[in-house]
Every structure is written in C-alpha cells, then in structure tokens.
C-alpha cells in the first residue's frame, strides 16, 4: 500500500541560526525566511563568540554565518564547530568573494557560500540543499573558483614573504624575520610578483588584499 505523503506543515522545520554583526543584514535574511513553512530562525548572533554558544545551546540544523565578525572570524567558528563535532551545517554568507576566502571557508568546512547581494531564490535554495547533506555554491561562486584553479598558487615560503611585504619589511628584515638570505627573499618576491602578475609591490599588496591572500589594517 503506498504510503501518503507528509504535508508541508507537518514536517520538521528547518532550524536556522544567524549570525552577522549587523542587524540591518539579519533583518534582511529574516524577512526572506519569515514567509517559508519550513524554516524558523532559533537564534540571531552578533560577533563569533556568542554565535558558538548560540549554535551549542540550540544545535540549529543550519547556520548562516558572517566570514568576518567581532572577537572571533567566521572560520574560527566553524573550526570550533569541528572540534566540537557539532551536528550543524554552515553556510558562510559574505561581502567578500575572493576565491582565496572561499577555498578557505570550503576547507575549513563550510557547506555553503553565498554573498549578501544573493537573491531570496539563492538564499533558500542554499539552506534546503545544505540541510539534506549537499554543497551549495552559487553560478557566480562556482566561475570564481574556476578562475582561481586557472592562477598559479603562492607556495607557503612565498605567502609568508608576502605577508612580510604587506607589512612594509624590506628583503633584508624580511631574510632576518624569516631566517633566510637576502638573495633568496629577492627570487621569492620575483616569483610572488610573477604569479600575482603585477609590476610591483604596491600592486602586488593590493592585488593580494583583493584575492583575500592578506588583510590590511
């Protein structure tokens, strides 16, 4: 005997927390959530912090978290989630659209990712996908990945010759920082400006802050 479907109404719903620490943003998601019968909003956070004891006291199925909050970076959250084997699924939900931000919120283990420009459309499809087990990126994110896997990646010596230039050392502080000879800070910067392909290193700070490589204060 086939079995009857059950309405809408009397399935579980899906437990979404939110966390960004403005609330005009959390608003938005809101009023976009609100009409849908199958998800609720348990809780609202301001900063990372209280987003990891929101997320432990209600075990929300989804989370759609901020990449970059007070007192405690979207990652860290997610890494503490990890840690603590939280049975909840993360969407990072940001302004930022490097592809380095977003390999890392992949790798950190993030479910989704969706910019806050995303469409009501986008931002529900995400969450009813992540909650069943799937990954959710968006059209756009998906081309931005691509283009990355097109680009030659730093080497973990040429990110950290490259974090010393954003901070304004010269090759010779950098050698002492780092422990190594001036020569070679020289061929490490070449290849970073190489695969950056820029002319130099102002443009190469600024074309790292804009893939998400460094932050500047």
């Not at 990072?92 to 989704?112: L, P, Q, V, W, Y």
């Amino acid at each position: 005997m086939k079995q009857k479907s059950t309405p809408v109404a009397d399935q579980p719903k899906i437990r979404v927390l939110l966390a960004d620490d403005h609330p005009m943003v959390r608003d938005g998601i809101k009023a976009n959530l609100k009409p849908q019968r199958d998800i609720i909003v348990v809780a609202e956070a301001n900063d990372g912090v209280e987003a990891l004891a929101l997320i432990k006291e209600h075990l929300p199925d989804v989370v759609i978290l901020d990449l970059r909050m007070p007192r405690m970076d979207g990652l860290d959250v997610i890494g503490a989630v990890n840690e603590s084997k939280l049975p909840v699924k993360v969407i990072i939900m940001t302004t930022f659209e490097s592809e380095e931000d977003i390999n890392r919120s992949m790798k950190a283990g993030a479910r989704g990712y969706l910019l806050k420009d995303s469409t009501q459309g986008e931002i529900l499809d995400a969450i009813r996908r992540v909650n069943v087990g799937e990954i959710y990126l968006p059209a756009r994110i998906v081309q931005k990945v691509a283009e990355g896997f097109r680009k030659q990646a730093l080497s973990p010596r040429e990110m950290e010759v490259l974090q010393c230039v954003a901070a304004g050392k010269s090759n010779k502080e950098i050698g002492v920082q780092l422990f190594i000879a001036e020569r070679t800070v020289k061929s490490h910067v070449k290849n970073v400006l190489e695969k950056l392909d820029v002319p130099g290193r102002t443009a190469a700070i600024r074309e790292a802050a804009h893939r998400g490589l460094v932050r500047l204060n």
